[in-house]
């Protein structure tokens, strides 16, 4: 997709749906529920990649700029993937969490991360965006998403590429 499309105005600020006991902090982001803000906590059970909730949980995150990536049982979720595809600017909320490919993504000009104790000011954060910072930051999760993770390929190109980097710092050293 181009990069005009990247900046389309979406129908959401922002949205999450997951499995709601798998960490307090979901439970805190029913409390940002508003008429652009779409907190949907399941029962449980996987609701990406083919679940039955599967369809309407890729169509929400297309309609959202934002899409709230909590914590789960551990600090890794694979909801940041699915966030990156949609298209969406996603917001890590997971104190602590080493980010994937952080050597050649630019996650702090690709995302927005609220610390687990600032749930309760994340929409307030994400309204005071211009709609000029969010386009720059949809066209640049855009490229990441097309140049690292859409395919098995790149993740496992610039899995090499990192590699190559730190072996190249390491014989620098010597």
């Known amino acids: 997709s181009s990069s005009t499309e990247a900046c389309q105005p979406r129908k959401y600020l922002a949205s999450f749906q997951g499995h709601g006991a798998t960490h307090p902090v979901?439970?805190?982001?029913?409390q940002l529920q508003a008429p652009d803000v779409v907190i949907r906590l399941t029962g449980g059970g996987?609701?990406?990649?083919?679940?039955?909730?599967?369809a309407h949980y890729t169509q929400l995150l297309q309609a959202s700029t934002f899409g709230i990536v909590p914590r789960g049982h551990v600090l890794f979720t694979f909801r940041l993937m699915e966030t990156l595809k949609a298209g969406a600017i996603p917001v890590i909320v997971s104190d602590?969490?080493?980010?994937?490919?952080?050597e050649l993504?630019?996650?702090n000009?690709?995302?927005?991360?609220?610390?687990?104790?600032?749930?309760?000011?994340l929409v307030a954060r994400?309204?005071?965006?211009?709609?000029?910072?969010?386009?720059?930051?949809?066209?640049?999760?855009?490229?990441?998403?097309?140049?690292v993770f859409e395919t098995m390929d790149k993740h496992v190109s610039a899995a090499l590429q990192i590699v190559q980097q730190r072996l190249q710092n390491a014989e620098n050293w010597r």
């Open 109 to 121: 000009t690709t995302s927005v991360h609220v610390a687990e104790q600032d749930v309760d000011s």
């Open 105 to 107: 993504v630019p996650w």
């Open 26 to 30: 979901r439970q805190k982001l029913l």
């Open 96 to 102: 602590g969490w080493a980010l994937p490919f952080a």
């Open 46 to 54: 996987y609701t990406g990649n083919g679940g039955n909730n599967s």
């Open 126 to 147: 994400l309204r005071l965006f211009t709609p000029q910072q969010v386009c720059r930051m949809q066209q640049e999760v855009q490229r990441v998403y097309s140049a």
